[in-house]
């Protein structure tokens, strides 16, 4: 973590010729070199040629997701990562747009507007709750605000859970609102200047295209007046002020972006489901929104991109054993390019890594034959895999959660351990994660996914707290 | 016929509670001028520059800043209108580059709207080339200390007295006629210190603006002031030049004691 008072440029020389040295060098020197524009039309390209490389509705399905996903961290980022507004309340804005894109265009109230009226209805009156909900942030901040907002996204879910039965005096029958735990099924799908948008993959280029905007606008905003006014507000509230910073209009201002942009894709959502229902904005999701941004780096936009990829991508690759393997190997290996380093280093704990498996199997097929006659199962990986973890013939489950157990101790181990010793535990450990993989979590995917997703949580926020693509911060010591 | 004074209490009292913080304090600093204030721990130097700022309004009197009433108005406009401060407890934006602190400053002189920027109208790139201008300018001022390599550190790599710098740096940043200097020369080696009490003398010359300064090393204050204006318990006791103060018995009292003066005596 960086320290005040330390002048970073000079400090990190050292890291800065090892960053640029190695095997990796050329790969990061022309990665660096290219700037973020044609680094984002990179991105472009590839998401835009995604749909026509597969087939498989479900693939684009999870883009979907994943762009969904994208658009509300990007929205979170502004009001978490740059005005540095704990808002919890951040999902009801999401589901108001999604409520209130069903109300002017469905079967529900019968009112059918045409899309290009629906939507800026819809990001207008979020961008308004927005202004209404920030309210609270003149007064309170940090962990006051968060619980107030939490509040908000709780009322929403109660409230589209009970308003299905409204009384009003001049109404003889109750006005059913939001259609109760049953919500509002039957929404128009979207149709934009004259096209009209059935397919999944219509939706997907819908999101894409918005993406590519709202991320360009963004970009463009963090580097203005606007932008460095919400960070020195975030920075320190009084000295921004004083520094002729109308810091609560940018709060505000800041709140109904943030909901705009919710609002915004809570309609495209009600529209790809063509229903809402109460179930999709509850605290879990506003839980996997604030992992995608804090896991790609609060305050960044690529990072509340990536972030959103992992969170939204990574358990839909995890439901098949097979990938699931595959997924497990290349974090481990990608780990270690990050967390070793020289390079030298790297091949010496590789090598002792392969070595050890390889003497560990032979010693088990000497001492104990029936513990080697398991076979991992499918895949070109498991071939590869058999010589080298030993899996015991019939599965062991009190031998694989004593492993398990015996892991969650080794690791919290390796972390108070320094240099040689690091790496002399870290061997070992490398290969016990193995083994508890191979005999006990791959039997049980569900588990598995839930265990390695919030295993890649505990790992990132310990070795880089920033995020995957922040910037470092200090704690302001006032 | 004197000038109108660019900054004027007049029977300022401030109270928190039954404690009188201020009370009835008249001051006046002219354009052009640099005054001092000095006085012992709690004799409301800070508060007399919360005061001015906005952060805290008085409970009675009126503060004029060229000849307009600046009491009630939010800290943000009163720094519109040409009134900067630094602060005695750094308050950086630490997690801004350097540069980026100073540019931070303008935003108060600078216009473009949010989708402006968005879209990086022709006006939004102007106002941003030249907010970019005057951060490097800002930074120039204080030669090599904050500029080349440095303006797209982070604030919080600086060195302390780095850090002062550029606290003075930001407000400048802000386009002020009057500059409130809280302790700049807290902190500081020997060295430091007379490079400040100098520095204290070109923003005047060179920026032209008119400064405020609290200050407890009395080096300093003889080196930069034209007035010093003594405050105790919330009360002005002594007015004047620096030989004139500093001789004042009641200023004498007020740091050492009553039984210094009446040892003395």
């Given amino acids: 973590m960086p320290r005040i008072g330390t002048d970073e440029w000079v400090s990190e020389q050292e890291l800065r010729t090892e960053y640029y040295s190695g095997l990796t060098a050329p790969a990061r020197r022309?990665?660096?070199?290219?700037?973020?524009?044609?680094?984002?039309?990179?991105?472009?390209?590839?998401?835009?040629?995604?749909?026509?490389?597969?087939?498989?509705?479900?693939?684009?399905?999870?883009?979907?997701?994943?762009?969904?996903?994208?658009?509300?961290?990007?929205?979170?980022?502004?009001?978490?990562?740059?005005?540095?507004?704990?808002?919890?309340?951040?999902?009801?804005?999401?589901?108001?747009?999604?409520?209130?894109?069903?109300?002017?265009?469905?079967?529900?109230?019968?009112?059918?507007?045409?899309?290009?009226?629906?939507?800026?209805?819809?990001?207008?009156?979020?961008?308004?709750?927005?202004?209404?909900?920030?309210?609270?942030?003149?007064?309170?901040?940090?962990?006051?605000?968060?619980?107030?907002?939490?509040?908000?996204?709780?009322?929403?879910?109660?409230?589209?859970?009970?308003?299905?039965?409204?009384?009003?005096?001049?109404?003889?029958?109750?006005?059913?609102?939001?259609?109760?735990?049953?919500?509002?099924?039957?929404?128009?799908?979207?149709?934009?200047?004259?096209?009209?948008?059935?397919?999944?993959?219509?939706?997907?280029?819908?999101?894409?295209?918005?993406?590519?905007?709202?991320?360009?606008?963004?970009?463009?905003?963090?580097?203005?007046?606007?932008?460095?006014?919400?960070?020195?507000?975030?920075?320190?509230?009084?000295?921004?002020?004083?520094?002729?910073?109308?810091?609560?209009?940018?709060k505000l201002l800041a709140f109904a972006m943030g909901a705009a942009i919710a609002g915004l894709t809570g309609s495209i959502f009600a529209a790809v489901q063509t229903g809402v229902f109460p179930q999709n904005f509850e605290v879990t999701l506003l839980i996997m929104i604030y992992a995608a941004l804090i896991l790609g780096g609060a305050g960044s936009i690529s990072g509340a991109v990536l972030g959103a990829i992992i969170v939204a991508a990574v358990p839909e690759i995890l439901r098949t054993p097979e990938n699931a393997r595959w997924l497990f190997y290349c974090a481990l290996v990608l780990a270690l390019l990050v967390a070793v380093r020289p390079w030298t280093r790297l091949a010496v704990v590789a090598g002792a890594v392969v070595g050890f498996g390889l003497v560990v199997h032979q010693l088990v097929a000497w001492l104990w034959p029936a513990g080697v006659e398991g076979e991992t199962s499918g895949g070109t990986l498991a071939g590869v895999l058999d010589s080298w973890v030993f899996l015991p013939a019939e599965s062991q489950d009190t031998v694989g959660n004593v492993a398990f157990v015996l892991l969650v101790a080794a690791v919290l181990w390796l972390t108070t351990l320094r240099g040689n010793a690091r790496i002399a535990v870290l061997v070992p450990t490398i290969y016990l994660a193995a083994f508890v993989w191979e005999n006990r979590l791959v039997e049980q995917p569900s588990v598995t996914r839930q265990l390695l997703f919030g295993a890649i949580l505990v790992a990132m926020m310990t070795t880089r707290p920033q995020g995957l693509l922040g910037t470092p911060r200090v704690e302001n010591p006032i | 016929?004197?000038?109108?004074?660019?900054?004027?209490?007049?029977?300022?009292?401030?109270?928190?509670?039954?404690?009188?913080?201020?009370?009835?304090?008249?001051?006046?600093?002219?354009?052009?001028?640099?005054?001092?204030?000095?006085?012992?721990?709690?004799?409301?130097?800070?508060?007399?520059?919360?005061?001015?700022?906005?952060?805290?309004?008085?409970?009675?009197?009126?503060?004029?800043?060229?000849?307009?009433?600046?009491?009630?108005?939010?800290?943000?406009?009163?720094?519109?209108?040409?009134?900067?401060?630094?602060?005695?407890?750094?308050?950086?934006?630490?997690?801004?580059?350097?540069?980026?602190?100073?540019?931070?400053?303008?935003?108060?002189?600078?216009?473009?709207?949010?989708?402006?920027?968005?879209?990086?109208?022709?006006?939004?790139?102007?106002?941003?080339?030249?907010?970019?201008?005057?951060?490097?300018?800002?930074?120039?001022?204080?030669?090599?200390?904050?500029?080349?390599?440095?303006?797209?550190?982070?604030?919080?790599?600086?060195?302390?007295?780095?850090?002062?710098?550029?606290?003075?740096?930001?407000?400048?940043?802000?386009?002020?006629?009057?500059l409130l200097l809280d302790e700049p020369a807290a902190g500081m080696n020997p060295v430091e210190t007379h490079e400040i009490t100098e520095l204290i003398g070109r923003l005047r010359e060179v920026g032209g603006y008119t400064i405020l300064v609290i200050e407890h090393d009395m080096h300093v204050v003889e080196g930069i002031s034209d007035r010093v204006v003594a405050l105790d318990h919330g009360e002005k006791i002594a007015e004047g030049s620096f030989d004139h103060v500093a001789t004042d018995p009641r200023v004498v009292e007020a740091y050492l004691g009553a039984q210094a003066t009446s040892e003395g005596a």
């Fill in chain 1, 30 to 250: 022309a990665f660096d070199r290219v700037g973020p524009g044609p680094r984002f039309f990179a991105f472009l390209a590839i998401c835009a040629l995604f749909p026509f490389l597969t087939d498989s509705a479900f693939l684009i399905r999870v883009g979907v997701n994943v762009m969904l996903f994208a658009l509300l961290a990007l929205g979170l980022n502004i009001v978490v990562g740059w005005a540095g507004l704990l808002d919890l309340g951040y999902v009801a804005f999401y589901g108001f747009g999604a409520y209130m894109y069903a109300w002017i265009s469905s079967a529900h109230f019968d009112v059918h507007l045409p899309t290009e009226l629906a939507i800026p209805i819809v990001v207008a009156a979020s961008a308004c709750l927005g202004l209404l909900l920030g309210l609270p942030s003149w007064r309170l901040v940090g962990d006051y605000l968060a619980i107030t907002t939490l509040f908000f996204a709780q009322i929403f879910v109660e409230l589209a859970l009970n308003l299905d039965r409204v009384n009003l005096p001049w109404r003889d029958e109750p006005l059913d609102l939001t259609g109760g735990p049953n919500g509002i099924p039957g929404i128009d799908r979207m149709s934009l200047l004259g096209i009209q948008l059935d397919d999944v993959r219509d939706y997907y280029f819908l999101l894409l295209m918005l993406l590519a905007l709202i991320v360009v606008g963004l970009f463009y905003l963090n580097d203005s007046r606007t932008g460095r006014g919400w960070r020195a507000s975030r920075e320190d509230p009084l000295a921004a002020e004083l520094m002729t910073t109308p810091v609560n209009r940018l």
């Fill in chain 2, 1 to 178: 016929m004197t000038p109108e004074p660019l900054l004027e209490l007049r029977g300022v009292s401030k109270s928190f509670g039954g404690l009188a913080v201020m009370s009835r304090l008249d001051l006046h600093v002219d354009e052009g001028e640099i005054v001092s204030v000095i006085g012992p721990n709690g004799a409301g130097k800070t508060t007399l520059f919360n005061l001015v700022t906005g952060i805290y309004e008085p409970d009675g009197g009126e503060i004029l800043f060229d000849g307009r009433n600046i009491i009630g108005l939010e800290p943000h406009r009163i720094a519109q209108l040409g009134i900067a401060r630094t602060f005695q407890t750094l308050r950086l934006f630490l997690n801004m580059t350097v540069k980026e602190n100073v540019k931070a400053a303008a935003y108060g002189h600078t216009k473009a709207r949010w989708w402006q920027s968005a879209l990086r109208t022709r006006a939004a790139r102007r106002e941003e080339r030249e907010v970019d201008a005057l951060a490097e300018e800002r930074l120039a001022f204080f030669g090599k200390r904050l500029a080349g390599y440095r303006m797209d550190q982070p604030a919080y790599s600086l060195s302390y007295a780095n850090r002062r710098r550029l606290e003075i740096a930001r407000a400048t940043g802000t386009v002020p006629r009057l």
